[in-house]
């Protein structure tokens, strides 16, 4: 019998949470300026496709049983598809945006006025904030990335709001440049004292991020770059289905051997953005 084989046998069972998602159709979507490496106005977009690749990824949560609602695009901000980067939410609590850039700042009122006109109790931030991009919720703890965009201010701002236990990570490498592209967290919900399931890439991070991560979570999935480099870890998961790129063909290996279910779905035009599945998809945690 192969080890994969045996390893699906042993994999522990995994369970399905239904979630509730944040999404904004990339009507305006296009790359008209630079502020990742991934953006090249040089190349052309096709908003067209970008519309229906995000479409197919709108219907898979939908036939996944999870809720989505939608925020409006606003002209003049084609990076608004990007729901991730418009706030942390859990308990009903919304933590607003602050963007680091120009090109996006006009953003942060839109999202922020959704979250008040559906009932999140909704706080505006003083620190620059990108919201999912750079905050996770790992279990009870935050894990928090800093480096490039979100400053370490936001950490401390963060962790007053929600008062949760924040864990500061830093980014080293331009391409990941929010944590949600280098770490992925793969159980929505864990039992008391459980060790939540991540998966990561390890030298996306500095030496003593990769140490805190190894110390807290033992267990994590390691990602090789190659599949990094294809935004593999910017995935969304409901503890059972982790909805990732196509193109990540070992971390989908990784991920069935672990017991998990990958659902595969191809946002390539918008990856020219600098985005992928989750930063299209926003976590609205309501009240418990």
Not at 1 to 13: G, K
Not at 35 to 60: C, F, G, H, R
Not at 176 to 182: K, N, R, S
Request: net charge negative; with cysteine; aromatic share 10%.
């Amino acid at each position: 019998m192969s080890e994969t084989a045996t390893a699906s046998i042993t994999a522990p069972q995994r369970t399905q949470h239904k979630r509730r998602y944040l999404m904004c159709r990339p009507e305006h979507f296009t790359v008209s300026y630079s502020i990742n490496p991934w953006m090249e106005p040089a190349n052309p977009t096709d908003t067209a496709l970008a519309v229906s690749q995000w479409q197919k990824l709108y219907d898979t949560y939908l036939e996944l049983g999870h809720d989505v609602e939608l925020i409006d695009p606003v002209p003049g901000y084609p990076d608004m598809v990007y729901t991730a980067n418009g706030g942390f939410l859990i308990d009903g609590i919304a933590y607003g945006p602050k963007f680091r850039y120009e090109e996006r700042q006009g953003e942060a009122p839109a999202f922020i006025e959704w979250f008040r006109a559906n009932g999140f109790d909704t706080r505006e931030p003083e620190e620059v904030n990108e919201g999912e991009g750079d905050f996770l919720l790992a279990g009870d703890v935050i894990l928090a990335g800093t480096g490039f965009r979100s400053t370490g201010d936001s950490h401390a701002e963060v962790a007053r709001v929600f008062g949760r236990e924040v864990v500061s990570l830093t980014l080293v490498d331009p391409r990941f440049y929010h944590l949600d592209t280098a770490l992925a967290v793969l159980d929505p919900i864990v039992e008391d004292g459980a060790e939540p399931g991540i998966a990561y890439l390890p030298h996306a991070f500095d030496e003593a991020s990769q140490a805190e991560l190894e110390r807290r979570f033992p267990n994590a999935i390691r990602v090789s770059d190659e599949d990094g480099a294809v935004f593999g870890l910017n995935s969304a998961s409901d503890g059972y289905n982790v909805i990732i790129s196509p193109r990540a063909k070992g971390f989908e290996q990784q991920l069935r051997e672990r017991g998990y279910n990958p659902v595969l779905v191809d946002l390539s035009e918008l990856l020219l953005g600098g985005g992928g599945i989750k930063c299209c998809t926003l976590e609205l945690r309501g009240r418990k």
